[in-house]
């Protein structure tokens, strides 16, 4: 009796076990991918980055566009005086004018749009740091949910086994019926900890698909990876000065200087007065007048124009432009103080993710295991109860998602302390 009791237990197990495969493995017949490769498709797929692209490129449409000269313009005309029982004629005007420009106009648009396409590639770059670290993260945490839906399904498969072991026991006599029912009631409950595990993992997945610019869940992508290699020889120090001088919001900061003092010099330069010159002919008809006759003629005429440049009493856009320049230059010194503090919290954290992680390894689920393995021969035995298999299971659950927890979250120390530092290397 007791080895039909055991082929039972383990046609069941082995049932559920390849059950939970088979979900598994139709899921995972989508693509399998590594960070490197995720990542590297990110940059090249994701719509949002494609979009920021665009910023430099209409930013330097705008170098093309400050190089324009002014156009001339081109004026013709008629006239009659009006006149015809004296017959004064009749003849027709044409003019060609321009401005031109002084006090280095044109090269002061020509600098400000550049540094303006040099602030927007370093937007760029930081928006593609902040977005290659946001798809790391959700990377790992979709590992991280892959792990927790294994641990749940083999504590389901264990108290499953050992509801269908019961079953066999109380029939035989060996427990009450009400240790049967509760360990069938346990496996019941695990089993609703699947579903939810298994639709967390998904979801994860449908991110990762999203950073991929997918519109459809059919797409998904399957991490190929794992916790490893997440150990790095860090110089607290340097890492702080590297960050504020490399870091692509600290460039951008630095590029708002740049682009603040180079308004202000186009300000500087619009305040000074340019010369309008302008040339025409004037082309007259005959005049038959008998008192004074006049044959056919032409004129030319040229001149020039100066504007009278009152409105520069008014210093409202030079102050402006002085305000800005000061604005940037606080700025720029609160984001270097802000990459300081970023950069000493998240090396805060990634030393404490490690030293939790190696907690984890030195013991704790090796001894989680022992108990749960112990208590589970002593219950089959007969001599422990029912309720303290039940404790020793969760605990051993708690460990293990303590574990993965603690694994992600020193992936995602090392993530965050990177984008902090303005460096990358996760492989």
């Known amino acids: 009796m007791k080895l039909t009791k055991y082929i039972l237990s383990w046609c069941l197990l082995t049932g559920i076990a390849l059950n939970g495969q088979a979900q598994v493995d139709t899921l995972s017949l989508k693509s399998k991918i590594s960070v490197l490769q995720f990542l590297n498709r990110v940059g090249k797929e994701n719509l949002g980055y494609a979009a920021a692209q665009y910023d430099v490129s209409i930013a330097q449409a705008g170098i093309e566009t400050a190089k324009i000269f002014p156009d001339p313009e081109f004026s013709a005309g008629a006239f009659d005086n009006q006149q015809a029982k004296l017959k004064l004629g009749q003849g027709v005007t044409l003019g060609l004018g321009t401005t031109i420009e002084l006090g280095g106009k044109r090269r002061a648009r020509i600098n400000l749009a550049k540094s303006e396409t040099e602030l927007n590639k370093a ?30 399904q083999y504590s389901y498969q264990m108290m499953k086994q050992l509801a269908d072991a019961d079953a066999v026991r109380y029939r035989l006599g060996a427990i009450t019926e009400t240790d049967a029912r509760q360990s069938k009631l346990e496996a019941s409950n695990l089993q609703n900890s699947v579903y939810q595990n298994e639709a967390d ?41 590297n960050a504020q001088t490399i870091r692509a919001d600290a460039v951008a900061a630095l590029n708002s200087k740049t682009v603040a003092e180079r308004s202000l010099a186009l300000v500087k330069a619009n305040r000074k007065v340019d010369l309008g010159v302008n040339a025409g002919l004037q082309f007259n008809g005959v005049s038959t007048n008998v008192d004074a006759p006049t044959p056919y003629h032409r004129t030319f005429n040229a001149g020039f124009s100066v504007p009278l440049k009152f409105s ?89 998602q303590g574990f993965y927890e603690s694994q992600s979250n020193y992936a995602a120390a090392l993530i965050e302390l990177e984008r902090a530092a303005g460096i990358w290397d996760i492989k």
């Open 312 to 400: 520069n009493h008014y210093k409202g856009d030079l102050k402006a432009a002085q305000f800005t320049i000061k604005q940037a230059g606080v700025q720029y010194e609160q984001v270097q103080q802000q990459i300081q503090v970023e950069v000493t919290q998240a090396y805060f954290n990634y030393t404490a993710a490690q030293k939790q992680v190696q907690q984890y390894k030195n013991g704790l689920l090796t001894e989680g295991k022992k108990i749960l393995t112990a208590k589970m021969y002593s219950y089959k035995r007969g001599e422990t109860s029912l309720l303290e298999v039940l404790n020793a299971q969760r605990t051993y659950n708690e460990v293990q």
């Open 201 to 241: 993992w998904k979801g994860s997945l449908v991110k990762l698909s999203a950073y991929l610019g997918k519109k459809s869940a059919d797409m998904l992508v399957i991490p190929d990876g794992d916790f490893e290699n997440l150990v790095r020889d860090i110089n607290y120090q340097s890492l702080i000065s």
């Open 123 to 152: 937007l760029l770059l930081d928006y593609l740091r902040n977005l290659r670290a946001d798809a790391a993260l959700a990377y790992y945490n979709a590992i991280q949910q892959h792990e927790l839906l294994q641990v749940q």
